[in-house]
């Protein structure tokens, strides 16, 4: 069964600094990855979706790198705000079908 | 277009009541879905839809039925209400499923006392 493990739980940044978000997952046979911002509340909303054919993709501030080889993505986002704390998910595709698979989340602040 | 829509956003219930819990798209989605959420554990799926019709079992099944007699509505409904079901409830569509985007609803935060 695919496991999807994001770590650290919680990460406090001052701003402007560059936040480092890890996502690995245990099956590398993906379809694709998708990363997810949830304010507290609310639902989620995408940020990114990388192919499983794909190394990265960019929007704006945000880069998300994928190495399906080694379970790894890594979601980064440049010169933080104080309006990027969220909590951020990775959901990996495990089916053509489209059912994904979760990680838990991790909680980012970035103070002013 | 309003995306995807959830109802109510908030619900109480005692142990053994059931419900429906509301979820509708209006982007012609094939797939649909629905998550709980429970704090620590990520999101998890509870049943799934891959057109109007068909469904199939997620992760968590067990006390949830559904149906899509429509490809715009997909509810959920609990049969009989356990505390254990107290959770935050997330609805999701994507245009075919395989390799798109997903898009989420607002959620149905239920408490069962």
């Known amino acids: 069964k695919q496991e999807v493990t994001q770590i650290p739980a919680a990460l406090s940044v001052p701003e402007g600094e560059n936040l480092v978000l890890n996502c690995s997952f245990t099956?590398?046979?993906?379809?694709?990855l998708q990363w997810f911002r949830q304010d507290p509340g609310k639902g989620l909303t995408s940020l990114l979706l990388?192919?499983?054919?794909?190394r990265e993709q960019t929007s704006g501030r945000l880069n998300a790198s994928l190495d399906k080889s080694s379970g790894r993505s890594t979601l980064y986002i440049a010169a933080s705000q104080p309006g990027d704390s969220a909590t951020y998910l990775c959901?990996?595709?495990?089916?053509?079908?489209?059912?994904?698979?979760f990680g838990a989340g991790t909680q980012v602040v970035v103070t002013p | 277009n309003a995306g995807v829509t959830q109802t109510p956003k908030f619900q109480v219930l005692k142990t053994g009541q059931s419900m429906t819990l509301q979820c509708a798209q209006d982007?012609?989605?094939?797939?649909m879905s629905w998550y709980r959420q429970d704090p620590g554990m990520g999101l998890r799926l509870i049943h799934y839809?891959?057109?109007?019709?068909?469904?199939d079992q997620g992760e968590v099944p067990n006390g949830y039925n559904v149906s899509r007699s429509t490809t715009e509505d997909f509810p959920l409904r609990l049969l009989s209400a356990a505390p254990s079901q107290t959770s935050v409830y997330f609805c999701?569509?994507?245009?075919?499923?395989?390799?798109?985007?997903?898009?989420f609803g607002p959620g149905t935060r239920l408490t069962v006392t």
């Open positions: 999701a569509s994507s245009y075919r499923g395989a390799g798109d985007e997903q898009y």
């Open positions: 099956d590398s046979a993906i379809y694709n």
């Open positions: 990388i192919q499983s054919s794909q």
């Open positions: 959901a990996v595709q495990t089916d053509s079908w489209g059912k994904f698979q």
């Open positions: 982007m012609n989605h094939e797939y």
């Open positions: 839809s891959v057109g109007a019709g068909i469904t």
